[in-house]
């Protein structure tokens, strides 16, 4: 039976230890997002965003623009939080509508405010070994990882996704740590018997219960990203947990899990922008 790495316990953990270094720091952060349109899954995750800003002691303000926003203005309003000294951290909340071009929009925030890891910028700090923010999903999966307590040095690592908000950024990351790193992805030929051989198996594809017990080497560690509904309206990880934890050494569950860690790394990312400005003004 697998032991269950609660992404609630970590969570708190990192959260408080964001408080208190606020409290020392003596200078409240103060935190921009914003967003498009009136997606119900965005309208949760930026209301809990919120939240957990409150609970840390960083001021946030939400900017909520309609759907019919131009790629031009988009950028524009970007770039003046981005230069504005009202603000230490920016972040577009995703997904944004099709016709506005993501990547150019996000761009637009100065890479040091750009607490989503997402700038081309960071991504290329990331991929070189050098400092940089990093996506927050990877680099709470990372931490999730890591509090097993496994050396994640010379282990077989198998990350199935590769995007760049958590595939290729995790990916990256245990390289980093010396793993031997697999991505995996829809063209991948072979994916149960690649799996199977994983020390380490980190799952973001967005389909439920895509990963099997069958597919999971015995003892491993599982890390699901996944977060689908299913038709009784409760949520579901990428992973089938119920058969999983019987055959993997670790798992994180869904819900309880990646999620909780993203927002908290979210957290420890504001801090570490605002560290940054006190030290630099950009």
Known sequence: MAE?????????????????????????????????????ASNTYVRNKMKDCDECGIESYLYHYGEGISQHALEV??????????FHAVMLQLPIPNHLDMQEAINEINFKKDVDGLTTINNGLLATGQNGFIPCT???????????????????AVVIGRSNIVGKPV??????????????????????????????????????NFVTADMIKPGAVVIDVGINVQENGKLCGDVDFNEAKEVAGYITPVPGGVGLMTRAMLMKNILEATKCQLIKDI
């Open 77 to 86: 309003f970007l770039e003046e939080l981005s230069i504005s000294k009202d």
């Open 171 to 208: 990916a990256i990351q245990l390289l980093k740590e010396n793993a031997t790193v697999t991505i995996c992805h829809s063209h991948t030929i072979r994916l149960k018997e690649i799996c199977q051989k994983a020390d380490i198996l980190i799952v973001a594809v967005g389909k439920k």
């Open 4 to 40: 269950i790495i609660s992404g609630k316990i970590l969570a708190s953990k990192i959260k408080q230890e964001v408080k208190q270094e606020i409290k020392q720091l003596g200078i409240k952060p103060y935190f921009a997002i914003v967003q498009i349109g009136n997606n119900p």
């Open 138 to 156: 990877a680099a709470g999966c990372m931490e999730m990882i890591r509090s097993t307590g496994i050396d994640i040095a010379g282990k077989n």
